[in-house]
């Protein structure tokens, strides 16, 4: 069976950091995935990794541990538009290309 | 990366009645999936959308309840029929990306109230 789990909210500061914890039980494993989703909106992908390790790009930053089924999203400078779902999703192989997410992260940025 | 359409974005129908809605891509996509979202839930997939081939479903949906069609590469629809309010969701058309990470696209979704 597949398990995602993700903590349901988080508030932060403007301008502070804030890390998202994400950890999986899956059958497989084929990638890990994070997206952003503002209410009303469609999910736009953020980050992926698939290799142990830290991937960066810009204010955002995604870890992974395959051996631990963990990942987090690092989330620096926040703005108040970053006020939104954070969905940790995985691919877990065995030849299906669909994504399992888990039930997002409301993350709430307050002045 | 891809543009994706979908008709209607929102929809307030009748019991017992169906609804399709559609898909369109930009861009030739071997893959396209369907997904529910629930009120305050995450995204769930209802099945994989094979052109040329019947639609490959998730476990707990069925052909008859959601049935879709994929005539071609950049097109595809799902029908829901029958419906209660417990359709009553946010339903995304989304696309692989294989040319890069293999994320996926996600038309701007469906929003569904059923009375």
């Known amino acids: 069976g597949q398990n995602i789990d993700q903590p349901t909210e988080m508030t932060a500061t403007e301008g502070a950091i804030v890390q998202i914890n994400c950890t999986y039980q899956?059958?497989?494993?084929?990638?890990l995935f994070w997206y952003q989703q503002h209410a009303g909106e469609a999910p736009t992908f953020l980050s992926y990794n698939v290799l142990d390790g830290l991937e960066e790009k810009g204010r955002f930053s995604s870890f992974l541990s395959r051996s631990k089924g963990y990942s987090y999203l690092l989330l620096k400078e926040l703005q108040m538009k970053d006020s939104a779902s954070y969905l940790c999703?995985?691919?877990?192989?065995?030849?299906?290309?669909?994504?399992?997410f888990g039930k997002g992260t409301h993350l709430i940025i307050q002045p | 990366s891809a543009v994706i359409s979908q008709k209607p974005s929102r929809d307030i129908c009748q019991r017992g009645t169906s609804l399709t809605i559609q898909c369109q891509v930009d861009s030739q996509v071997t893959m396209m999936f369907w997904y529910r979202q629930q009120p305050g839930q995450s995204l769930t997939l209802i099945a994989t959308a094979n052109q040329g081939s019947e639609a490959t479903y998730e476990s707990g949906f069925v052909i008859d309840k959601f049935p879709i069609s994929r005539p071609n590469l950049t097109f595809s629809t799902l029908t829901v029929s029958n419906m209660s309010p417990e359709d009553s969701s946010i339903y995304l058309c989304?696309?692989?990306?294989?040319?890069?990470?293999?994320?996926?696209?996600f038309g701007e979704g469906s929003r569904l109230t059923v009375l």
């Open positions: 999703a995985v691919r877990d192989g065995g030849g299906a290309d669909g994504l399992t």
């Open positions: 989304s696309v692989l990306d294989r040319a890069n990470t293999g994320e996926l696209f």
């Open positions: 899956t059958s497989g494993f084929n990638g």
